[in-house]
């Protein structure tokens, strides 16, 4: 049994942000944390060498000096870093010599200042701090490319899964927009013939139920999800248009489970089925067929059933060969159903990978059936797995 607490319920208010998110910030953020532990490290180790308090202000200004002189290193780095290798390397190995000795220099200086009754001279001095001055700042230069070819790495790794993304949203509504168009075809001339016999009023409701019906498709973006209950109620209205061409000779059945309703799917992932069905279940007999749209849950699975009473497959047909003809060859009437269902497989790859199914073969009984087998996610988690969780 789960139990939900207040405190499991509710939402932090936080909103966590890379560190590299603002690179300036980070930047200031590093500098002011790498020199001032430098600072700390020299100052300790002074004490414990029984150096005076005084000589802290040694520490400080050379740390000072350090922090400085980064701050131009940075410039210099940053116009050399996309440079060509020999150019970038090159050029830094001379200006971290120069500004290693301009550092050494100045440290010597100051520390011939403070002692003024020292034994050693200025260029045992300026020996002395070199190596220290040089590993300060080729540490500093090393974390300087090391972290910036990193966050380069990152920026073309972000950029790439978004030129990802947009291929694929690109994919999915060309694989859309290329479903069967024989839909608004016949429904068109079904609208002329209707004027042209002066049936205004079928007329009128077979262009209202397009109207909205086409609103619907361009509303919805094309990589954008709904629910069984909305994709329920957009086949609804294609199939009011439908039926004002077959009548009586198309109809239908919707066995929908409450706990599927609120499953997301793929928008108008039924229609192209439901048109086929029509095209090749429902106009080839005089008498017409049914056209059964189930949903349900099975487990963590949405499973979506489009079949009709039609008369199927033709004897020794392959399942497989549906697939046989893709949406960039030209299409032709025998091939259209090849290409809508070639199309809502590939639709299924894109939006899940492995984790779908997409079936399509004889149905029990005689007829045509499609199965599809989706990861079960919604809105809304349904009572039934509310309790199983509990």
């Given amino acids: 049994m789960v139990v939900y607490t207040p405190i499991m319920a509710m939402k932090l208010p936080l909103h966590p942000t890379p560190f590299f998110g603002n690179k300036n910030r980070a930047f200031w953020r590093l500098q002011m944390l790498g020199w001032g532990g430098a600072m700390l490290l020299r100052a300790l180790s002074s004490l414990a060498n029984a150096q005076p308090w005084s000589f802290l202000i040694i520490v400080l200004i050379a740390s000072i000096t350090g922090f400085s002189i980064s701050l131009i290193l940075s410039v210099i780095y940053r116009a050399l870093i996309n440079r060509a290798p020999l150019i970038t390397w090159g050029v830094t190995s001379v200006v971290l010599a120069i500004a290693v000795g301009f550092y050494a220099f100045i440290d010597s200086w100051v520390i011939s200042l403070y002692r003024t009754e020292g034994d050693s001279g200025f260029a045992q001095l300026f020996l002395g701090v070199f190596y220290l001055d040089l590993t300060l700042l080729g540490a500093w230069s090393a974390l300087y490319y090391a972290i910036n070819f990193y966050v380069q790495v990152e920026e073309q790794n972000d950029q790439l899964i978004r030129l990802e993304a947009q291929a694929t949203s690109a994919q999915l509504a060309m694989l859309r927009y290329q479903l069967n168009p024989h839909f608004l075809f016949n429904t068109l001339n ?4 209707l004027v042209l016999l002066k049936q205004t009023e079928p007329a009128n409701a077979m262009l209202s139920r397009l109207s909205s019906f086409l609103r619907y498709t361009l509303i919805n973006e094309p990589t954008g999800r709904v629910t069984v209950a909305q994709e329920v109620e957009t086949l609804k209205l294609y199939l009011d248009i439908e039926r004002m061409r077959f009548e009586e000779r198309l109809s239908t059945e919707f066995r929908i489970d409450d706990d599927a309703s609120p499953a997301l799917m793929p928008s108008l992932l039924l229609q192209p089925l439901v048109e086929n069905a029509i095209k090749y279940g429902v106009s080839p007999l005089e008498e017409g067929a049914t056209i059964n749209i189930a949903a349900q849950l099975v487990g963590s699975v949405l499973r979506v059933t489009v079949s009709d009473t039609g008369p199927g497959l033709q004897p020794g047909t392959d399942p497989s060969t549906l697939f046989g003809v893709t949406s960039s060859q030209p ?10 269902l070639a199309n809502i497989r590939d639709r299924l790859a894109q939006a899940y ?7 399509i073969g004889e149905r ?6 499609v199965v599809i087998e989706l990861p079960f996610e919604a809105r809304e988690v349904p009572a039934s797995l509310a309790t199983q969780q509990r």
Avoid: K, L
């Fill in 190 to 193: 079904s609208i002329s013939t």
């Fill in 331 to 340: 299409e032709t009437t025998a091939d259209s159903t090849r290409v809508g």
């Fill in 353 to 359: 990978g492995e984790n779908q199914r997409f079936e």
């Fill in 364 to 369: 029990p009984g005689g007829g045509f059936q």
